[in-house]
């Protein structure tokens, strides 16, 4: 009788372990993240909240779950690093999160693929612009005591672009970042890591790669990625290029192929003077 109890304690004790773990591999509840970046060129404290790859994903009624943690958060200025709209999806629930932050922080915004892809790349911006919200295409703007905010287009977007007004874009930013500044890039996609570690900017600050959309925690950091392929290198975390520091996201969308180990993630920036 004893050996029986046992055996069914030892069952149950599995069951608890294994729906925790179930919970824990397909959570999709917001994780926020944060990264602390010491500079000489900064004058000040400054925290930025990086939001990427929302894709119209609804996270409570009226992206109340959502706006709850940017509020918690308090960020100094919100960044919004593209694929907010996709071609999947109607437009309210990123509309909702646009017109509530664009009233309320200080917020820029970059396209992603995603808005090439479903035609809506012009409509998103016009929409950005009215909420009060600074669309960055190859220019910048002062986000902080000597801390400069840079801004480009997506990139590679099949038939829509070869890719050149990226390379523009970038090179104006590159060229007119001042080297006494904190330059900070907003860019789309993470992969491009030849072009910036030749440019001139201190942090860029990227998204597309969904974490690797499956990871396994502390063996593999994610399986598949846009534009890297399986096992990607930057799907998600922080990257050193060459004393350029690139920080990507692992974005906010939710769709029919499960997140695993791989919640979805608001990011913190915080930038500091030593």
Known sequence: MKKIIRFVVKLIFAAFLLALLYKAAFSEKIKVRE???????????IKLLLI?????????ENQSELIEKIDEINPRAILLGGDFYDEYRTDENSDMLLQNIGSRYECYYVSGNHE????????????AENCGITVLEGDSDDIGENITLWGIDDFDCGEYT???NWYDELEACASGADPNKFNILLSHRPERTEDYKNSSFDLVLS??????????????????APNQGLFPKYA????????CIMIVSRGLALSDTPRIFNPPELVVINIEKP
């Open 52 to 60: 990427t790859d929302l894709h119209c994903t609804l996270y409570g």
């Open 236 to 243: 998600g975390g922080e990257y050193d290029l060459d004393g």
């Open 35 to 45: 990264y602390n970046i010491a500079s000489e060129k900064a004058d000040e404290d």
């Open 162 to 164: 070869s890719g050149e």
């Open 207 to 224: 998204g597309h790669a969904h974490g690797g959309q499956w990871r396994l925690p502390f063996v593999l950091n994610g399986v598949y």
């Open 116 to 127: 090439y892809w479903s035609s809506k790349n012009d409509t998103a911006k016009e929409k």
